[in-house]
């Protein structure tokens, strides 16, 4: 009988959690649905080593309010949802309840990606920790697009210093490009396991730009993307930050190692399109498995490697 509780109970938790994935999905068209399932890769680059599951988590928050949040949130959620489905490398749990940072929640999963979350999500210490610890006794995370400006708040960019040390850097400065203007992209490792898509190619792209502040640095993290910045120009009138304008260094995505854990960030994920982009696909596809912990990666930092 008591089995049959708890069985009954973690169904219910389950069904909590999974009640966000509906009402977000129902806004994508048929159209775009298609598009989307068109551009899903056909295989994972690497076999799950064990049956893995991805913690998807949404909140956009101001001044302890929750917004709407970023219109590519569901175009994201249903990417990677269906990669795992139709790849077999992981099951997907969406969510925008932080209870499901609690210890008793948190455990069953092997990754969280932080899908365009925005603001002060949490405040409670034990949450932060349990965060943290996750990923630094052996789990993965995932951020993309505005998951660097998370545990942020104009005008106070670090609000949770330790959270920005984990991903790698917070976003400061505004967006020297907007959603809509055109940025190259140059490969800075590519023959990289995680950049394997791109085929050793640059390519352009129309999204909004995060430009980083401290703790972003190269010494720390392996950065795979950048924007080229010999064919991507820097518009007037724009505010950027005085160390990107001297050293022109605009990382797009990286890995790092976090204690036993594995972090993945890119910030390409503004638009709905981003997500029905076949090589972006693959690239968050390798960056989830290598997160998960089953696409092992040199996360060796790029001033570092070959030393």
């Known amino acids: ?18 009640l966000p994935t509906s009402i977000s ?34 909140k956009d928050i101001w001044d302890g309010v929750v917004r709407k949040g970023h219109t590519s949130i569901p175009y994201g959620n249903l990417a990677i949802e269906m990669m795992g489905r139709k790849t077999k490398a992981y099951e997907t749990v969406i969510s925008s309840d932080i209870a499901v940072f609690r210890p008793e929640n948190i455990r069953q999963f092997d990754a969280i990606c932080f ?52 991903l790698g850097a917070y976003e400061n400065g505004g967006h020297p490009w907007k959603y809509n203007e055109w940025i190259t992209i140059k490969l800075d490792e590519p023959d990289h396991l995680l950049n394997a898509a791109f085929n050793g190619k640059g390519f352009k792209i129309s999204d909004e730009v995060f430009q980083f502040q401290k703790p972003y640095s190269r010494d720390k993290l392996r950065v795979l993307l950048s924007i080229d ?18 050293d022109k260094d605009f990382a797009v995505s990286w890995i790092r190692g976090y204690g036993k854990g594995r972090v993945f960030y890119c910030f390409l994920g503004h638009n709905p399109q981003t997500f029905w982009n076949p090589p972006i696909l693959q690239h968050y596809l390798a960056g989830i498995q290598f997160a998960l912990g ?9 001033n570092k490697a070959g030393q």
């Open 1 to 18: 009988m008591r089995q049959k509780m708890e069985s009954m109970k973690a169904a219910l938790i389950i069904w909590c959690l999974l």
């Open 25 to 58: 999905v129902g806004a994508i068209s048929p159209q775009e649905r298609k598009r989307i399932e068109d551009a899903i890769p056909e295989k994972a680059p690497a076999a799950a080593k064990q049956a893995r599951k991805l913690l998807i988590f949404n």
């Open 115 to 166: 899908n365009n979350t925005t603001g002060v999500l949490f405040t409670d210490t034990k949450l932060k920790k349990n965060l943290l610890d996750f990923i630094s006794e052996g789990k993965g995370f995932i951020g993309i697009h505005a998951a660097a400006a998370t545990f942020v708040q104009w005008p106070k960019y670090d609000q949770w210093p330790q959270f920005g040390e984990m």
């Open 229 to 246: 910045m010999d064919k991507t120009e820097i518009i007037s009138g724009r505010l950027i930050l005085p160390e990107r304008r001297k």
């Open 294 to 302: 089953d696409l092992p990666a040199d996360t060796t930092p790029s």
